[in-house]
């Protein structure tokens, strides 16, 4: 398994930095914040991303993809981290597009999978159902009726909900709460009669949604997959998210390290800078230690998804071991930035807030430390 980006992703690397730097820098994400952006992103920077080919990373070129795998999505994301740049890269093309890849019909791939990559659509992945990541406790109710089915309940923390045009969503179509089998995926446009979208403000100012569905009808056509086979491809699908959360979240913890001992080196007490200070320095190396640590969980994650030679378990362990290693770093960097800045760090003068509170929500998206801890131990027994 390589651990290092290869030639043509260090290019992708620093053309996504230098881009995001360009047009999507902190200040750049302070200004939608600030101006209350329902989308929670730039459509025009969005536009120039798709441009770029971001969109097409993941996709296979008989797709209009460029097959550079998860691998290739690892540096975009690390990226939009170090710049806390907002896209609906993880929402549309991440989540909604790998499911539409993964599970969709021919035609349900020709319809959307060109208009996602070329940024004319968006989908969202709609699966949690409370404030805490458990795919497996979907509840919602799929109930056959007539030639379809019918969809009544909630779903919330819709990544990039607002506004989506689609709504992949994970319902029950059989057995109970906490069993794989039985989840079913469906396909809901927007306009459908039921279906609402309201905004869920969360701490980060991204765009988040809560996803109402009432009585909504749809015939068989909006299935992905075969009815209560679902489990496999959302599984898949959010640990590719799961992936890219990880790096996003490494790239954070990156620029919030380098953020802080630049204030190290310049912040002066007792005429000396507190850099010098053994305590801050011996905080500052343990620090260090574990974003290296994250690096290699992170990129062994992104490395293990595009291995076809391992099985789903092993995958999965090796994506939960990322998501929680690259979490848990990046709160503790973004909390001893806080405290390394002193009082001004907990103000909004300073981007360490921004940065913290984007962390905080990064961390808990698509399962937090507990559940990734718990997943791996699982994982770990069914792959011995």
Not at 42 to 65: H, K, M, N, T, Y
Not at 111 to 132: C, H, K, T
Not at 361 to 376: I, K, T
């Amino acid at each position: 398994m390589n651990l290092r980006y290869s030639e043509e992703q260090r290019l992708l690397a620093d053309s996504a930095r230098d881009f995001l730097a360009a047009r999507s820098p902190v200040a750049a994400q302070r200004r939608l914040r600030d101006q209350g952006a329902a989308s929670g992103f730039d459509p025009q920077v969005w536009r120039d991303a798709v441009a770029l080919g971001w969109s097409a990373i993941p996709f296979p070129e008989a797709q209009g993809g460029l097959d550079f795998g998860c691998m290739g999505l690892g540096p975009v994301f690390e990226a939009i981290g170090h710049n806390l740049a907002a896209t609906p890269l993880l929402s549309s093309v991440v989540l909604g597009g790998s499911l539409l890849h993964l599970a969709g019909s021919p035609t349900q791939q020709g319809d959307w999978l060109p208009a996602l990559i070329s940024g004319e659509r968006r989908v969202a992945l709609a699966v949690d159902e409370r404030a805490r990541h458990q795919p497996r406790d979907i509840a919602l109710a799929a109930v056959a009726d007539g030639d379809g089915f019918c969809l009544q309940g909630e779903k919330f923390w819709v990544v990039d909900g607002v506004g989506a045009d689609a709504y992949v969503v994970a319902a029950r179509t059989a057995g109970q709460p906490g069993e794989a089998q039985g989840i079913s995926l469906f396909l809901v446009p927007a306009d459908t009669p039921g279906v609402a979208c309201s905004p869920l403000p969360l701490i980060d100012s991204r765009n988040s949604g809560r996803l109402r569905l009432d009585q909504v009808r749809l015939g068989r056509d909006a299935l992905l997959g075969c009815p209560g086979e679902g489990w496999v491809a959302l599984d898949a699908a959010l640990d590719r998210g799961r992936a890219c959360l990880a790096a996003e979240l490494l790239g954070a913890a990156q620029q919030l390290f380098q953020t802080t001992l630049e204030y190290l080196k310049t912040r002066v007490q007792f005429d000396v800078p507190i850099g010098s200070f053994q305590a801050l320095q011996h905080r500052a190396a343990q620090l260090y230690v574990d974003l290296a640590l994250a690096r290699s969980a992170v990129m062994a994650g992104l490395a293990a998804l595009d291995d076809g030679e391992l099985d789903a378990a092993r995958r999965g362990r090796l994506v939960s071991l990322a998501k929680w290693k690259a979490g848990d770093t990046a709160l503790k960097v973004a909390n001893e930035a806080v405290q390394m800045h002193g009082g001004i760090g907990v103000t909004d003068e300073l981007d360490v807030g921004l940065y913290l509170k984007r962390v905080r929500v990064a961390q808990a998206c698509l399962g937090d430390r507990d559940f990734h801890c718990e997943r791996y131990a699982d994982l770990d027994q069914a792959c011995a």
